[in-house]
Structures are given as C-alpha cells and as structure tokens.
C-alpha cells in the first residue's frame, strides 16, 4: 500500500546527512565536553561549533543559546526561570501576557504558575488565528514581566505578527527606563514550527528568549534551544553541573547537539526554494480539495500561514473517523477533534478562534515537509473524495 | 489501525457499519449527544406488538462511535422492548472489542441512544 505522512508538524524523519554527521559523536567522539583530557576536549570543539551555528542562524552569540532536551523544556524554562528569578526573596507579582492558541508547554506552564501567585492575561487571537499586536499593549501594567507569544500556531499554521509586538515591547522597556521603573520586560517566542520554514532573526523579531527544537526540522528528537539574550536573568529548571553558564545542568547532548546543527545548515541552504515549493503544493492540495469536495473550509489564516500547512474543516464528517480511515489508505494525518484526546474537548486554538464545536470536529491537519510531492497531494484527495462521502452518508449532520 | 487493533470487529463495523441509513416512519427515534462532545447519535426502530422489528442509525463520530451504533443496531433486532432495555455499554463494548479507556463513553453513549428511543416510544405510547 502507498504510504503517505503528512503530519510534518507533529515531527519529521531525521535527516540522512543529519544521521551522518551525528554518527560520529556516539561510540568515536563520546567524551564529555565538559572534561579537560582530550577526549573530553575533541567533543567539546564539535560542540562549540554547533552552539555557533545555531547562533549564527539566528543572529545571536554563542553565548546566548542554551542546549536543553526539546522545546517544551526551552518554553518551561522561558517562563518558569524567569518566574522564578524575580519573585525570589520578593514580595513581586508578575504579570505574564500570552495567547490563547498557545503550545501546551506554553499554555500549560502558565496554569502552573498562575497557581504560584502570577497573573495571566490570555488573548484571544481573531478567527484567522491572528493575534491583534493592539491587544497586547492594551494588557500591559506595570507588572507585566513576560510576553510569549508563539511565531507560528502549530495547528491552523497562522504565523503571528511578532516584530510588531516586539516594536511595542521595546517602547515599554525606553517608557520604563524613563520612569525609573526597574521591573524588566522579556519578550518570548515558541519558534518550533517557523525554523526551517521561515527565516528567524532575533534582532529583527525583537525578541528576549526564543524557543527552537530539532525534530521539526529533520533533526533528531529531544534536543532543543532556547535562546536568551544577554541581560536577561534567569533560574535554572535544572540543578546540577555548570554547563550552559550554569543555567541548565546535565552532561550535553553531543549527537544531538550535532544533528541540529547540521539539520539547519541543510535548512538554510534549501529554505528559500524549498518555501515555494511548499505553498505551491498547499495551494494545488486546497484546490484540488475543493474541487472535488463540497463543504470545505480553509482553517487558519489564507495567506499569513506556514508554507506546509493546511487545516481544513469538512463539514458533517468528524475528523478522527476522517483521521482513521485515512490512516486505513496509509494517510497519516492529524486532526483537532475531541475524540483523539482523552478530554473531549475540541482543539483549543479552534475553539478560541471562535469557530462551532461543530467546524472544530471536522477539522483536519495535513502539514507538508521536504519528501511530499505533487503525486502523494494526488493519491490524498483520490482517496478523500470516497471517504467523504461515505462518512457523510452515515453521518446525521445535513 | 492507529489506536485500535487491526482487522478487529471495532475497524470491521466502522468500515462496514451494519444497518446505516433512514428509516421511513420510524416508530421510536433515539438522539444522543451534542456537537460539544463531538458524537451525535440518532437511532431509528419499527416497533410491532413491543418487539424492535428493523432498526437504523446515523452517526457524527469517531470509528468507535460508528461501530458502537453498528453494533447495537444488530443487537436490538428482533428484541422486545424489556430485553432491549437490559442491553448495557458492557454488551457493546465486549462485542467491538479491545478499545482505548477513553473510547468507553462511545459505547455508554450508543447504549443511552436505545434507552432514549425507547423512552420516547413509552412516552408517546402513554399519550395515545
């Protein structure tokens, strides 16, 4: 049977050079980086240079990345660490502005430390998905410590306006220096669906810390990045060793560290051609959809959207029979049906774009990546029309 | 296939459901769920001298809640009405087989869809 995977959001095959160039860093170069014989130092010389190119591809120093085991850790660090570091022998309350559309490592991070005393503001994006930069400076106070809000939402694929946010931080941080208020301001961003895809500059984005992971784009999993930018301070999640300037304990990642490094050199040279590749294929894939499917909804914002995803909604079919049958005709997909959690509730970013519960469980994910071509988009939507159907037929929904 | 076993009587009713469709003047109809939950069940039955003659059912589910109604579209046939109310989510649930824990309430709900059908016909039984 043909096999096709799209569900690239969720996570990607490593790359083969990627598999190559960590190879090495197993059984040959496997001393610690942080010993001082030459076996500990031959490793670390791998690791340094990795450190630089992340932090070239990003526009930061190398002094400002920290290694650590994925992106959920780099959000729970963001937050937490900083968190956690200004309510230290102070009687503060931090006040924490993100979306509702949120990672959970976001979302969830954020309910943790609301029950820790802070104050949550969540804003509400509009029905594209679209976080109004507006709403944000309206929920500023005093207060307000940390903004994270996501590059890109890893379910509609809306990408969010995040340089101009960082634009209206940026004047927060000159209104405070003026008025003598010491409290600092950090923008964060989860990154995690935009490397790889979109090119991420630090500077231009304006943003404090910054969250990365490899194996969204053709790297391995559990490593991650989160970029802090120097000044800002924070607590370690993780007590032990001193690596990464004693702000995230544990031996390193060596073979991973590696892996990301090369996944995003290979990024780097293919993004721009591979970029319009992608939206050319969603386009024809959305097209071709509704060419041959009546009732079909684009998800997410139309244009201001990562390049490999689509989210649709087919009205009267519930996305995870849709999942399985697709699954059935070797399709892998993903959906924001309730069903395929053990909560029943639907998708949260659906349900705070405002959309039914209805639209939200006929919502269905299909996210593109490197190895998808025009052919495997074909088989798709030859095998969606019939299944359609046939769910539509056992479904009571007009 | 995906969180259920492979060629199971759950994948077989929910690729092959059993008595799908409408019912032209139903004696009972059974509505269960709501769009929140993201299951919507309606069960349709002929009833004669209270035996459950033809029964029908569309679904608004995931595959569990499919081969749930399959399920017990096959199981009410030529049952009477006080047989039929002794069929519980348990029946339905050994019938389709292993499932994920959180699927359970996909069987509760298809056995809630047969007490409403029946509800409603005692209720309209009692206004005639």
Redesign the interface.
């Given at each position: 049977m043909k096999k096709v995977y799209l569900d690239y959001a969720a996570t990607t095959p490593v790359h083969k050079k990627v598999k190559k160039a960590m190879e090495p860093y197993f059984s040959d170069n496997f001393a610690n980086p942080a010993t001082l014989h030459q076996f500990g130092q031959d490793a670390k010389i791998g690791l340094d240079k990795a450190r630089k190119r992340v932090a070239n591809f990003i526009g930061a120093k190398s002094k400002e990345v920290i290694f650590t085991s994925g992106g959920s850790e780099s959000d729970n660090l963001a937050l937490k660490g900083v968190f956690f570091k200004l309510t230290q022998n102070k009687d503060f309350t931090p006040h924490i502005i993100t979306s509702a559309i949120e990672h959970s490592a976001i979302i969830n991070t954020c309910n943790f430390l609301k029950k820790r005393g802070a104050k949550v503001s969540y804003i509400k994006p509009d029905k594209n998905g679209l976080i109004n930069p507006d709403d944000i400076k309206k929920e500023i106070n005093k207060n307000t410590t940390i903004v994270s809000i996501m590059h890109a939402n890893n379910e509609v694929g809306t990408i969010e306006p995040i340089k101009e946010i960082g634009k209206i931080i940026a004047n927060v941080k000159k209104n405070r220096q003026v008025n003598n208020n010491d409290t600092p301001i950090y923008f964060h961003t989860d990154a995690v669906q935009t490397l790889g895809h979109i090119p991420i500059n630090i500077d231009d984005l304006g943003v404090d810390m910054l969250t990365l992971s490899a194996h969204k784009l053709y790297g391995p999993k559990g490593v991650g990045v989160l970029f802090v930018r120097e000044g800002v301070e924070l607590e370690p999640l993780i007590h032990a060793g001193e690596q990464e300037r004693e702000r995230r304990g544990s031996t390193h990642n060596t073979p991973g560290i590696i892996g990301l490094a090369k996944a995003i050199d290979i990024a780097d040279s293919e993004m721009e051609e591979e970029k319009e590749r992608l939206i050319n294929l969603r386009n024809y894939f959305l097209q071709e959809i509704k060419n041959s499917i009546k009732r079909v909804q684009l998800n997410g914002h139309p244009n201001k959207r990562l390049p490999n995803n689509l989210n649709v909604t087919i009205k009267?079919?519930?996305g995870?029979?849709l999942?399985?049958?697709l699954?059935?005709a070797g399709i892998a997909v993903s959906t924001g049906?309730?069903?395929s959690?053990?909560r029943?509730i639907?998708s949260h970013v659906l349900m705070a774009m405002g959309m039914?519960?209805?639209r939200a469980?006929s919502s269905i994910r299909f996210s593109m990546g490197k190895y998808t071509k025009k052919k495997d988009i074909d088989y798709v939507v030859k095998q969606l029309k019939p299944i359609v159907k046939r769910l539509r037929?056992?479904?009571?929904?007009k | 296939?995906?969180c259920?076993s492979e060629n199971s009587k759950l994948?077989e009713h929910?690729?092959n459901?059993h008595n799908?469709?409408d019912m032209e003047n139903p004696d009972a109809i059974g509505h269960v769920g709501?769009?929140?939950?993201?299951?919507?069940?309606?069960l349709y039955l002929k009833i004669e001298n209270e035996i459950i003659v033809d029964a029908k059912f569309?679904?608004?589910?995931?595959?569990?809640?499919?081969a749930s109604t399959s399920v017990l579209t096959d199981l009410v046939k030529g049952k009477s009405l006080s047989k039929a109310l002794n069929i519980s989510n348990k029946e339905i649930k050994e019938m389709l087989g292993k499932m994920p824990?959180?699927?359970y309430?996909c069987t509760m709900l298809a056995a809630d869809a047969l007490k409403d059908a029946i509800k409603k016909y005692k209720e309209k039984d009692e206004t005639k």
């Open positions: 009267g079919v519930e995870e029979a999942l399985m049958s699954d059935e049906s309730a069903c959690s053990t029943l639907p039914s519960h209805l469980h037929e056992i479904s009571p929904l | 296939m995906g259920f994948m929910f690729n459901p799908v469709g709501n769009a929140q939950c993201g299951d919507i069940m309606e569309k679904t608004f589910g995931c595959a569990a809640a499919i824990a959180h699927k309430h």
